[in-house]
Structures are given as structure tokens and as C-alpha cells.
């Protein structure tokens, strides 16, 4: 049964005049990997931003789970089940890898500000679950052994995979990627994509924006394109790399005739 997780109906935004957004349809149906892909001011990490509630759209709608979203804020959007992770990586640096997923856990969690400064017994049991639950993610991403380091002195690529740990500390039911493949070299894009088949495999549904098209391929049940804004084709990956207009804007008029004849 297709069971549509986000819905993306009709959505526009522009700056100054420019469409970053452009009349955007898709889907995302729950427990598959969608990639959105397309050349540098496409409109990738805006579609992004309408969705989280970072930006909110000058047209059209976002549903999520069946009820609309548009204009939420995105601390609202974050508690409903939708976590991101960002182009650059947005780690509290002089915070330990446990306290920066920690902080992710609290969306989760009763505790106010006020119950907090009271310093209540049960919020003491809710921050040992926090600290066990966030344990348990870091021994899950391989970190574990670096649970006390700061984040500031991790390498990029450890930096990345505490993002992830804290995004998953949400318990989200969609999880946006944006460009996680950026900064990594070879070895470190190849456990990504390990890492993200596991996150869809443990029940969280992906949509992620990425440059690296082999990563697309290997992993993605879906691809959307844009351009310019507009979506040009939506489909497997296979049939993408087929489609001409695809071929078209990445590498030019000539590769799409040759792809036709």
C-alpha cells in the first residue's frame, strides 16, 4: 500500500523577483530514500527550507502524515517527526559528542525551563534516559569510544555522523539530508551510504538533496529533479539517467540527442 508520508502540492517561493521554487508537486512515501538533485541554484535546499518551516512558501501547500504544515514554525514541524541535518555541519563545538546528541533528545522529553531550575527528582530519571537513549545512538554510529570529545576536535567526516545521531535523537519519521556527502572523501561517502540505507532500514524514511551521483544512484528509490526551480522529472533512478532532459541541463544539448537517437 502507498502510504504518502509528505505531500509537496503546488509550492512557490521567490526572492527579489528570482523563483527559487516554482510550482513544486511530490510525494514522499514512507519507508523509501528520495533524492532531489539538480545543478547549483536549482532550488534543492529552499524546497528544504519550506518543508522544515525555515522559510515559508508564498504559494501552495506542505502536508505531512495528512495534515497541513505550511507556516508551522520549525521547532513546531521538528516535534511532529521531521529532523534535518545541513549542508555544513551545526554542532555545539565546545559541547561533548554526548551532550551535542543529548540536545537532541530533549524535543522528546517533559522537562521545561522551569522544571529544570526547580531541579525536580523525576526530571533527574528523565536526564539519565536521555543520556542512556543518546549512549545508546553513539555505540549504534560507532562513536561511543568518543563520547567525551569535544566536537570541535572531531574530523569533518566524525562531525557529519554525530549530526546524523543527534537528527535521529528526535526519533523522527522523515529525516532531511542536505548535501551529506560534502567535505567527504571516498571511503568516508561510502560508509554514508551504508549509514543511510541502516537509518531507512530502521524505519525512518530519507529525502536527501546530494551532488554525488553515484551515492544518488546506489541508494535512492526515487529521484526529483529540478531546474531553474521547476521540477523537470521525478521517477527511479534508472529511468532519470535516461531521461534527456536530465542529460540536458548536466551535460548539455549535444549528450541529449546522442541519448534520443
Same mark, same amino acid.
Given at each position: 500500500?502507498?502510504?504518502?508520508?509528505?505531500?509537496?502540492?503546488?509550492?512557490?517561493?521567490?526572492?527579489?523577483?528570482?523563483?527559487?521554487?516554482?510550482?513544486?508537486?511530490?510525494?514522499?512515501?514512507?519507508?523509501?530514500?528520495?533524492?532531489?538533485?539538480?545543478?547549483?541554484?536549482?532550488?534543492?535546499?529552499?524546497?528544504?527550507?519550506?518543508?522544515?518551516?525555515?522559510?515559508?512558501?508564498?504559494?501552495?501547500?506542505?502536508?505531512?502524515?495528512?495534515?497541513?504544515?505550511?507556516?508551522?514554525?520549525?521547532?513546531?514541524?521538528?516535534?511532529?517527526?521531521?529532523?534535518?541535518?545541513?549542508?555544513?555541519?551545526?554542532?555545539?563545538?565546545?559541547?561533548?559528542?554526548?551532550?551535542?546528541?543529548?540536545?537532541? /533528545?530533549?524535543? #522528546?522529553? $517533559? %522537562?521545561?525551563? !522551569?522544571?529544570?531550575?526547580?531541579? @525536580?527528582?523525576?526530571?533527574?530519571? =528523565?536526564? /539519565?534516559?536521555? #543520556?542512556? $537513549? %543518546?549512549?545508546? !545512538?553513539?555505540?549504534?554510529?560507532? @562513536?561511543?569510544?568518543?563520547?567525551? =570529545?569535544?566536537?570541535?576536535?572531531?574530523?569533518?567526516?566524525?562531525?557529519?555522523?554525530?549530526?546524523?545521531?543527534?537528527?535521529?535523537?528526535?526519533?523522527?519519521?522523515?529525516?532531511?539530508?542536505?548535501?551529506?556527502?560534502?567535505?567527504?572523501?571516498?571511503?568516508?561517502?561510502?560508509?554514508?551510504?551504508?549509514?543511510?540505507?541502516?537509518?531507512?532500514?530502521?524505519?525512518?524514511?530519507?529525502?536527501?538533496?546530494?551532488?554525488?551521483?553515484?551515492?544518488?544512484?546506489?541508494?535512492?528509490?526515487?529521484?526529483?529533479?529540478?531546474?531553474?526551480?521547476?521540477?523537470?522529472?521525478?521517477?527511479?533512478?534508472?529511468?532519470?539517467?535516461?531521461?534527456?532532459?536530465?542529460?540536458?541541463?548536466?551535460?548539455?544539448?549535444?549528450?541529449?540527442?546522442?541519448?534520443?537517437?
Amino acid at each position: 500500500m502507498n502510504n504518502c508520508l509528505l505531500d509537496i502540492r503546488d509550492v512557490s517561493r521567490s526572492f527579489g523577483g528570482v523563483h527559487a521554487v516554482r510550482a513544486v508537486y511530490s510525494s514522499v512515501t514512507e519507508g523509501m530514500i528520495k533524492a532531489v538533485i539538480g545543478p547549483n541554484g536549482a532550488g534543492k535546499t529552499t524546497l528544504f527550507n519550506l518543508i522544515a518551516g525555515t522559510l515559508a512558501p508564498h504559494s501552495g501547500q506542505v502536508h505531512f502524515r495528512g495534515r497541513p504544515i505550511t507556516g508551522c514554525k520549525s521547532h513546531t514541524i521538528a516535534g511532529l517527526g521531521i529532523a534535518r541535518t545541513f549542508q555544513t555541519t551545526k554542532l555545539f563545538g565546545h559541547m561533548t559528542v554526548l551532550e551535542n546528541v543529548m540536545v537532541g /533528545r530533549h524535543p #522528546r522529553t $517533559r %522537562a521545561g525551563f !522551569l522544571a529544570g531550575m526547580l531541579n @525536580l527528582p523525576w526530571t533527574w530519571r =528523565e536526564e /539519565r534516559e536521555i #543520556r542512556s $537513549r %543518546a549512549m545508546a !545512538l553513539l555505540e549504534e554510529f560507532d @562513536l561511543a569510544v568518543i563520547a567525551e =570529545e569535544r566536537a570541535c576536535n572531531l574530523s569533518f567526516g566524525q562531525q557529519r555522523m554525530v549530526e546524523f545521531a543527534r537528527a535521529l535523537a528526535t526519533e523522527p519519521a522523515l529525516l532531511l539530508l542536505d548535501e551529506p556527502a560534502a567535505g567527504l572523501n571516498i571511503y568516508e561517502t561510502k560508509a554514508l551510504s551504508e549509514r543511510i540505507l541502516k537509518i531507512r532500514d530502521r524505519g525512518v524514511t530519507c529525502l536527501v538533496v546530494e551532488h554525488d551521483m553515484s551515492l544518488v544512484m546506489n541508494i535512492s528509490d526515487e529521484v526529483l529533479v529540478l531546474d531553474q526551480g521547476q521540477k523537470i522529472a521525478e521517477g527511479p533512478p534508472r529511468a532519470i539517467q535516461r531521461n534527456p532532459d536530465v542529460i540536458r541541463i548536466y551535460l548539455g544539448e549535444d549528450h541529449a540527442a546522442n541519448s534520443e537517437s
